[in-house]
């Protein structure tokens, strides 16, 4: 149980462009979703938590305009990383959370601008 | 100050050795307390997860939590090569869906 699928595991994009990353809990429903960040060598940190149906509440310093979250449904949800730059260049890991499981963590998404 | 401190390593040990993990935190608020192993690129995967103070093993992993004085450890009995990977502690506050506090994690290395 407790299976979680991010998608892609890896992007290259232009700076400028958006990308997109999809994370879906496929045999549970997550009721909330958390958003990581982690550059190299260092720990996650928190960038926003969503509850379904409802906008996302975003950790200071982090762009809502930029990092754009979609939590529609119980299994999908999805980041947006809009006008990419180089800066933006991380790791980004999803992490649903359903009532009657722990934390489960997607496997990752790495970004690189270029 | 960081709520959760935890040395960065790196940590290297030959097979067999046992291993010490710690974290200290601040928040006295924290009452659950998790260790997630994490390999390169990869999501974290949870080891341990305790409630309050108290020790807890599962298999040649021992996860220990002491609230007075604000310090988890995590013991790993006879390393292997495969334990290899970035060690992360966490932990959170009470109620539901709460979001976890990391530490910076530690780069453990087992030597063959």
């Known amino acids: 149980g407790a299976v979680v699928s991010q998608h892609p595991s890896w992007v290259i994009c232009k700076s400028g462009t958006s990308v997109k990353i999809e994370c879906r809990s496929l045999?549970?429903?997550?009721?909330?979703m958390f958003w990581y960040r982690q550059f190299p060598k260092q720990s996650l940190m928190l960038m926003a938590t969503?509850?379904?149906?409802?906008?996302?509440?975003?950790e200071q310093g982090v762009e809502k305009d930029k990092f754009l979250i979609n939590h529609a449904s119980l299994t999908l949800s999805t980041l947006t990383v809009t006008s990419a730059h180089p800066e933006d260049s991380s790791f980004y890991i999803c992490?649903?959370?359903?009532?009657?499981?722990?934390?489960?963590f997607g496997s990752g998404t790495r970004l690189t601008v270029v | 100050q960081k709520e959760v401190e935890q040395d960065p390593g790196p940590l290297s040990v030959p097979e067999g050795a046992i291993v010490s993990l710690n974290c200290t935190y601040s928040?006295?608020?924290?009452?659950?307390f998790m260790w997630y192993r994490q390999y390169s690129r990869k999501g974290p995967e949870l080891l341990m997860y305790?409630?309050?103070?108290g020790n807890k093993e599962d298999g040649r992993f021992t996860a220990q939590v002491d609230k007075s004085s604000k310090y988890i450890s995590l013991f790993i009995r006879d390393s292997q090569p495969s334990d290899s990977a970035t060690y992360l502690c966490?932990?959170?506050?009470?109620?539901?869906?709460?979001?976890?506090?990391f530490g910076s994690g530690t780069q453990l290395t087992v030597l063959p």
């Open positions: 992490s649903p959370k359903a009532q009657d499981y722990g934390y489960t």
């Open positions: 045999d549970f429903q997550a009721t909330t």
């Open positions: 969503s509850n379904e149906g409802s906008k996302a509440t975003y």
């Open positions: 928040n006295s608020a924290f009452q659950y």
């Open positions: 305790t409630y309050s103070s």
């Open positions: 966490a932990m959170r506050v009470g109620g539901s869906a709460r979001q976890l506090t």
